[in-house]
């Protein structure tokens, strides 16, 4: 085993020692620990928007420790241990690669292999659905592409983009018919019918929901605080201010990143 995976395996033991150990980190169980999980996970997403190359590799420390953690505690119940995880991920990988590993030739794209990835772990199960082993605690957005996945997996699935714009429009029909009703139940009912067309259209143009999001909320963001800045030059003291205003502002912004003055 590497010098330095031994000596933080080693690190681990010692925190979670009854005796001699961290009285947190004793006190942690596989529950308690899911929301640093979490949260480390985004830290390291977030040191990857940032380019924080010297931060990610803190971040990933992190989170692989989350790891360690976990496989500490299930040694301690005699479930498994560290090197029974990274077996069965070897193992795993070897198999869902035959054509890196093995001798079968890749004439897939990365689409089709993508799709393969999802029937070769589908064909390793023995459940009801395809949907069975999606996680229920999911991020909803996540979640809804899974399902549109793992639902074209055995062919239900559009053949290509135009049928989506055509159920999109038809969503956004059923959605204004909704409001007209001033039922809030009728509402989010087809609200989510909405988001969720919207996630199989990224998927049918190759787009991560979560990235166009995430791009999306920057530029706001960017041009909001912009906004901001213009509004207060030039109506300093104001503090709330007219739509109109805030609107020609926005404009004013748009006009300035177009000129490459601001970035977002």
Partial sequence: MNKEIAELLDIMAQLRHPEKGCPWD?????????TYTIEEAYEVVDAIDQNDFLHLKEELGDLLFQVVFYAQMAKEKGLFNFSDVVKTLNKKMVQRHPHVFGNQANTLNTEEQSQKWEQDKLAEKTTASVLDDIPKNMPELLKSVKLTKRAAV?????????????????????????????????????????????????????QDPQ???????????????????????????????SLESLGNYWNKVKTLEKSNIIKN
């Fill in 26 to 34: 004793i006190d942690q169980n596989f529950e308690s620990l899911t």
């Fill in 154 to 206: 055995i062919g239900f699935d559009w053949s290509d983009i135009e049928p989506v714009f055509a159920k999109m429009e038809e969503e956004l029909g059923e959605l204004k018919e909704a409001i007209q009703t001033k039922n809030p139940q009728l509402i989010k009912d087809e609200l989510g019918d909405v988001f969720f067309v919207c996630t199989n259209l990224a998927r049918h143009l190759k």
């Fill in 211 to 241: 990235l166009a999001l995430r791009h999306a909320n920057k530029k706001f963001e960017s041009r909001f605080r912009a906004v901001e800045k213009i509004a207060k030059q030039e109506e300093p003291k104001k503090g709330v201010y």
